[in-house]
Antibody
């Protein structure tokens, strides 16, 4: 079945780095734009980045631009988020999601938790 | 940037109808999608392209969109519908998705 599984979350000190991964299965990964969305504790959903299927086109939210890098490996059906210069306000559950039809997110992973604290 | 406004909470008795609104400038011209998120779970799309439902999802859930307000309507509300609901559109001017702040549906 169609599935996304995130990994790589954890506890990191302010200023540190972390790399999240999202393993996709059950669909032709390269056919879809993929996105990262996060949710701070007790807060709403915040979109942070997306990447096109094959051209490498990327877009970032202002809150992470210049610090986070989204990438993908279509041969291995994997999506990544490299997070540098982490701040306390980056503490959140990070979800990867598949973008369908150009506008909505039809498949979500279960999320991975990132905690930025000294 | 485009902004979507939702009420923080909506309360409804079991068996009644709940309406969750999502306000935005000329949102009626956009495709509005709705997500349900239960505690400890990932969001799940419940309505897309204003009124389509994923296969197998209850017909009790419906969407509408006109003018400056979109709405998610849940008929014959059940205890299991208690969750946070988020609306979302694609902002073509910035080429990015925009989420509303979310509404907590409380089943009395």
């Amino acid at each position: 079945q169609v599935q996304l599984v995130e990994s790589g979350g954890g506890l990191v000190k302010p200023g540190g780095s972390l790399r999240l991964s999202c393993a996709a299965s059950g669909f032709t990964f390269s056919n879809y734009y993929m996105t990262w969305i996060r949710q701070a504790p007790g807060k709403g959903l915040e979109w942070i980045s997306y990447i096109s299927g094959t051209t490498g086109y990327t877009v970032y939210a202002d809150s992470v631009k210049g610090r986070f890098t989204i990438s993908r490996d279509n041969a291995n059906n994997s999506l990544y988020l490299q997070m540098n210069s982490l701040r306390a306000e980056d503490t959140a559950v990070y979800y990867c999601a598949r973008r369908y039809g150009g506008t909505h997110l039809d498949v979500w992973g279960q999320g991975t938790t990132v905690t930025v604290s000294s | 940037s485009y902004v979507l406004t939702q009420p923080p909470s909506v309360s409804v008795a079991p068996g009644k109808t709940a309406t969750i609104t999502c306000g935005g400038n000329n949102v009626g011209r956009k495709s509005v999608h709705w997500y349900q998120q239960k505690p400890g779970q990932a969001p799940l799309v419940v309505i897309y392209y204003k009124s389509d439902r994923p296969s197998g999802f209850p017909e009790r859930f419906s969407g509408s969109n006109s003018g400056n307000t979109a709405a998610l309507t849940i008929s014959r509300v059940e205890a299991g519908d208690e969750a946070d609901y988020y609306c979302q559109v694609w902002d073509s001017s910035s080429d990015r998705p925009v989420f509303g702040g979310g509404t907590k549906l409380i089943v009395l």
